[in-house]
Nanobody
Framework: QVQLVESGGGLVQPGGSLRLSCAAS????????MRWYRQAPGKERELVAH????????SYKESVKGRFTISRDNARNTVYLQMNSLKPEDTAVYYC??????????WGQGTQVTVSS
């Protein structure tokens, strides 16, 4: 079955960096685009970044452009989110997402990112 397992969250001071990882299994990872979402307390879940199956194209939420970088290693079935210059408003639970086949959506369990001094 499809599994997405995030790791790498934690507490970091403003201006700091974190790298999130999402290990995927149960599907042909290299055939599918991947996304990172986040959800802050009391807010809706929002798309943060997307990467195509081969990694050749990426897109970002406007507020994270220039600070976050999504990448993938298809040999390791893993997608990453490098987050630099973190701000308190980046505090959220970050989720890995995949849409596999037709209408099959999968989410990881989420990893908490807290940006605070």
């Amino acid at each position: 079955q499809v599994q997405l397992v995030e790791s790498g969250g934690g507490l970091v001071q403003p201006g700091g960096s974190l790298r999130l990882s999402c290990a995927a299994s149960g599907f042909t990872f290299s055939s599918y685009g991947m996304r990172w979402y986040r959800q802050a307390p009391g807010k809706e879940r929002e798309l943060v970044a997307h990467i195509t199956s081969g990694g050749g194209s990426t897109s970002y939420k406007e507020s994270v452009k220039g600070r976050f970088t999504i990448s993938r290693d298809n040999a390791r079935n893993t997608v990453y989110l490098q987050m630099n210059s973190l701000k308190p408003e980046d505090t959220a639970v970050y989720y890995c997402y995949a849409r596999v086949g037709i209408g099959n959506e999968y989410w990881g369990q989420g990893t908490q990112v807290t940006v605070s001094s």
